[in-house]
């Protein structure tokens, strides 16, 4: 009797939440100011940018992270992630001392000379 009523509250439980959709409480536009408007458009946008840089789209998340900072340009995060995405950019890519190792990276390889000076321990592959 007792796996009979557990059983049947189970049941009772599961069809009521399948049944009724959840109803989140609905925000009108026309109900926030436009400076508030901005700034959630902004952190929208920051959002984006962050899981484009995540998933290594970087071209896609510079330029969300440009939408935001020109539609809040005093948030200090938007302002700092737009400029760590431009120096990791930088160093990845253009910066002369990381050049080989992004080449190693993408390649898999480095040149002798390169590992022997960044790596004191490291001796060729037997030939």
């Known amino acids: 009797m007792k796996k009979i009523l557990i059983v049947i509250l ?3 439980t599961v069809s ?6 959840a109803k989140m409480p609905q925000w009108k536009a026309d109900s926030m100011s436009p400076e508030a408007r901005e700034k959630a458009d902004a952190y929208y946008h920051f959002m984006i940018a962050a899981l484009h840089e995540q998933d ?18 005093d948030s200090a995060e938007i302002a700092l992630s737009l400029v760590l995405l431009v120096g990791h950019l930088y160093l990845a890519v253009i910066h002369p001392a990381t050049r080989h190792a992004l080449r190693g990276m993408v390649v898999g390889t480095v040149r002798e ?5 960044h790596h004191p321990r490291w001796t060729p592959p037997p030939a």
């Open 56 to 73: 290594g789209e970087y071209d896609a998340a510079m330029e969300e992270y440009q939408a935001a900072y020109r539609l809040d340009p």
């Open 16 to 21: 009521s939440c399948a049944s009724s959709p």
């Open 10 to 12: 189970l049941m009772f």
């Open 113 to 117: 000379e390169w590992a022997r000076e």
